[in-house]
């Protein structure tokens, strides 16, 4: 099993709701990361998580908090969101954060939530 | 602090034609370059690393320290081969990955 799977595929919320993004994986990764992807832009780093603590945050508003609840499940809590917030989040895992040049640990890419705040 | 440049937002080549997608990188440290690529409707997933010197769907590239060029290139093009293709760099010691703002591929009939 070499898949990062996110859910849901697409979700709409107002601005006033709670939501959460789910990512898991079962391939024994122990850094885990949140990226956010705007239409036709890269995907930009949000969060990193290596061995279920927060390792980096890419000063990223509070309204999005991550949570790792064990090493196979990484969440994004969604609270009073804005509509320029829409965008494609993605997740993503490899086997650990880099320990030395040369690893190259391969990130591995969920498909992502298309997420739309209205 | 890195940068990845690819200058080319759009490519068009046709079936069978070599292909080259530009990819340029500013650090001042060792960093390790990787390609990514996104078919339509499907995940970002790893298409070359540069430590691994290898060769997938084809497509290879090599690490220029003195150009700081990581350029991916295939000498046929093929239509499967359609796609938006993003380089990435991650400098030493750091696990956070900067993409170029990708270029799309489209290789025509």
């Known amino acids: 099993d070499t898949e990062v799977t996110q859910t849901p595929k697409h979700l709409v919320m107002g601005m006033t709701n709670k939501k959460s993004l789910k990512c898991e994986q079962h391939m024994g990764h122990r850094a885990m990361y949140w990226y956010k992807q705007k239409a036709k832009k890269p995907p930009e780093l949000m969060f990193v998580y290596s061995y279920e603590k927060l390792s980096i945050n890419e000063s990223v508003p509070s309204r999005f908090s991550p949570e790792c609840p064990n090493s196979s499940l990484l969440n994004l809590h969604l609270h009073a969101l804005q509509p320029e917030d829409s965008a494609l989040y993605l997740c993503a895992s490899s086997q650990e954060i880099w320990t030395g040049f040369g690893r190259g640990n391969t990130i591995y890419f969920g498909e992502g939530s298309w997420l739309t705040v209205v | ?109």
């Open chain 2, 1 to 109: 602090a890195q940068r990845v440049t690819q200058p080319e937002k759009l490519l068009s080549v046709f079936k069978g034609a070599p292909v080259e997608l530009k990819c340029n990188y500013s650090y001042s440290g060792s960093p390790e370059l990787f390609w990514y690529v996104q078919y339509s409707r499907q995940r970002l997933q790893l298409l070359l690393r540069h430590i691994s010197r290898e060769s997938i769907k084809g497509f290879t590239a090599d690490l220029n320290k003195g150009e700081t060029s990581f350029h991916l290139k295939k000498p046929f093009a093929q239509e499967e081969d359609s796609a938006m293709y993003y380089c990435a760099l991650r400098q030493g010691g750091s696990e956070k990955l900067v993409f170029g703002k990708g270029t799309k591929l489209t290789v025509n009939p």
